[in-house]
């Protein structure tokens, strides 16, 4: 009798402001069967964002604990804050048949690189710089100095973009999320 064939850990990473989450909102609309994992975070709430939902929101303690105790799959700091994913659940899911998705930054998914070999790890990248920049300035929910960090660090992000398996131009929400779909095997 034949391995059943566990599905693989996707992972969608790419600058900050190229639209990770419009994407991944999208597609769980379409498809909420797909699994997006929570990560657990330092940062404040922004309005509207519910703990448990779009995060654990943390305490610095927690957040030790959580390193210490080998508890996350991968963890960075970016912009003054941390954030994590949760090991168990992400192995849980995988182990169940379920398709699961990660929304990480550059340094997280190299991380998970490390930890699962076997996940696929997908760039999302903007249709252009210009747009990019757009798109976080025109946020208007930080500082300049924030958008300036955020700026900086999506140059580097960019230039990561052959260590990933697939790219894809976010020219279209429901294009990149049907896209996505099709490399996840959901559709």
Known sequence: M???????????SGPSGVGKSTVVAHMRKVHPEVWLSVSATTRKPRPGERNGVHYFFVTDEEFDKLV?????????????????????????????GEPVLLEIDLQGARLVRESMPEAQLVFLAPPSWEELV??????????????ERRLAAARIELAAEAEFDTTLVNTSVEDVARELLALMAVV
Do not use: K
Not at 2 to 12: I, K, N, S
Not at 68 to 78: I, Q, S
């Open 134 to 147: 757009r798109r976080l300035t025109g946020r208007g929910t930080e500082s300049p100095e924030v958008i």
């Open 2 to 12: 034949a391995a059943e064939v566990r599905p693989r850990l996707t992972v969608l």
């Open 68 to 96: 210490a105790n080998g508890e996350l799959l991968e963890w960075a700091e970016f912009a003054g804050n941390r954030y994590g994913t949760p090991r168990a659940a992400v192995v849980e899911r995988l182990d169940r």
